[in-house]
């Protein structure tokens, strides 16, 4: 069974522009998270979907980021534009259930360089 | 203050010796504690997962909460080179479980 995967591996784009990054679950996880780790920060929580809602959004730091989840199956999260504060890497997650009755699965993160 | 702490390291021991990692906490409201492991270049992986306070074992790890003090503990006995890792203790509430609170994590290397 494949694990979370998430595109691209690393990015690195100027300050201003846009950036897609993607994350595809593992399959018949309805459950899926974003975290990011910032430089010298500790991994924080982003956002929470269940299929293709929104469970809880709190983390997300501005209108500058967007996720989304079509079709409740893989996701996308768009940063625009893009400031040098959003330097760091980007972890998807996708559970079964929710976290605290099984077990989250994370994907290997995109490191996403804003110069 | 920061709502876990945890001593980033790094810390280097011999290969077979026991591991000592540790955690504090100030959010009473944590009934998920868990201990994660990354390698570099690698997402964090589930070691092992406690619900409220206790102990538990799988093999060579054992974790300990102890929510009275706010301190949780991973214990690594017969050490391996290829423990050496990232250790992230994380923990989150019932009511918001999906928000998982990470400490910045101990760097661990283990030395043939």
């Known amino acids: 069974e494949a694990g979370v995967t998430q595109f691209p591996s690393h990015s690195v784009i100027e300050k201003g522009q846009t950036v897609t990054l993607r994350c595809d679950p593992i399959s018949g996880h309805d459950n899926l998270y974003w975290y990011r780790r910032v430089m010298g920060k500790e991994i924080k929580f982003l956002l929470h979907f269940v299929k293709e809602s929104k469970q809880d959004e709190s983390g997300m730091p501005n209108n500058r980021f967007l996720a989304e989840r079509t079709g409740g199956t893989y996701s996308t999260l768009k940063v625009q534009p893009a400031e040098l504060e959003d330097s760091g890497v980007y972890f998807c997650?996708?559970?079964?259930?929710?976290?605290?009755?099984?077990?989250?699965?994370f994907g290997q993160g995109t490191r996403l360089t804003v110069v | 203050q920061k709502e876990v702490e945890q001593d980033p390291g790094p810390l280097s021991v011999p290969e077979g010796a026991i591991v000592s990692l540790n955690c504090t906490y100030s959010n009473s409201a944590f009934q998920y504690f868990m201990w994660y492991r990354q390698y570099s270049r690698k997402g964090p992986e589930l070691l092992m997962y406690t619900y409220s306070s206790g102990n538990k074992e799988d093999g060579r790890f054992t974790a300990q909460v102890d929510k009275s003090s706010k301190y949780i503990s991973l214990f690594i006995r017969d050490s391996q080179p290829s423990d050496s890792a990232t250790y992230l203790c994380?923990?989150?509430?019932?009511?918001?479980?999906?928000?998982?609170?990470f400490g910045s994590g101990t760097r661990l290397s283990i030395r043939p």
């Open positions: 994380a923990m989150s509430t019932v009511s918001s479980a999906s928000k998982i609170i």
């Open positions: 997650a996708s559970s079964r259930l929710r976290i605290g009755r099984t077990e989250a699965f």
